[in-house]
């Protein structure tokens, strides 16, 4: 319950460097990209530079406990192709269901199992995708040469 209620942060002062856990209603109110610094910690036992980092489990010690690390291959926000049912393959942009606010849902042993997503085009649809039938969105290596030289002669 612990990594489901806190956040990771790291203080940027140079000395320090510290990583800590914050309460998410607390992480949420910090600005992204925003220098934070340990002063800044809610938590009044892990708010200076001269305490030690609060532990934090890792690989090893969640394995034990029958817990793992997933990760996605493809974030939020990846711009995929999917192929559903008979239509053709068509461009898609990976992103939070409205209702769940999820955009993928892992099956029992933790693999990723479907991708929420909407398409590209007029009028929007949204789509939960297997992930079998989802794949990162193809950029030809010779089409990316070409973008290149044509934006150094410009």
């Given at each position: 319950?612990?990594?489901?209620?806190?956040?990771?942060?790291?203080?940027?002062?140079?000395?320090?460097?510290?990583?800590r856990l914050?309460?998410?209603?607390?992480?949420?109110?910090?600005?992204?990209?925003?220098?934070?610094?340990?002063?800044?910690?809610p938590d009044?036992?892990?708010?200076?530079?001269?305490?030690?980092?609060?532990?934090?489990?890792?690989?090893?010690?969640?394995?034990?406990?029958?817990?793992?690390?997933?990760?996605s291959p493809?974030?939020?926000?990846?711009?995929?192709?999917?192929?559903?049912?008979?239509?053709?393959?068509?461009?898609?942009?990976?992103?939070?269901?409205?209702?769940?606010?999820?955009?993928?849902?892992?099956?029992?042993?933790?693999?990723?199992?479907?991708?929420?997503?909407?398409?590209?085009?007029?009028?929007?649809?949204?789509?939960?995708?297997?992930?079998?039938?989802?794949?990162?969105?193809?950029?030809?290596?010779?089409?990316?040469?070409?973008?290149?030289?044509?934006?150094?002669?410009?």
């Amino acid at each position: 319950m612990l990594l489901r209620t806190k956040h990771q942060i790291t203080c940027i002062k140079c000395a320090c460097l510290k990583w800590r856990l914050v309460l998410n209603k607390d992480a949420e109110i910090i600005t992204p990209n925003a220098p934070w610094y340990c002063h800044m910690n809610p938590d009044p036992f892990f708010s200076s530079c001269l305490v030690p980092e609060e532990w934090f489990p890792n690989h090893t010690d969640l394995y034990g406990h029958g817990m793992k690390f997933v990760y996605s291959p493809l974030p939020a926000g990846s711009l995929v192709m999917i192929k559903a049912s008979k239509w053709p393959w068509w461009p898609a942009i990976l992103c939070p269901d409205p209702l769940s606010g999820s955009y993928v849902t892992y099956d029992t042993d933790g693999h990723i199992d479907r991708y929420h997503a909407e398409f590209l085009g007029n009028p929007h649809s949204r789509i939960w995708a297997s992930a079998r039938i989802v794949s990162p969105y193809p950029i030809p290596a010779a089409k990316v040469r070409l973008l290149e030289v044509a934006y150094i002669v410009f």
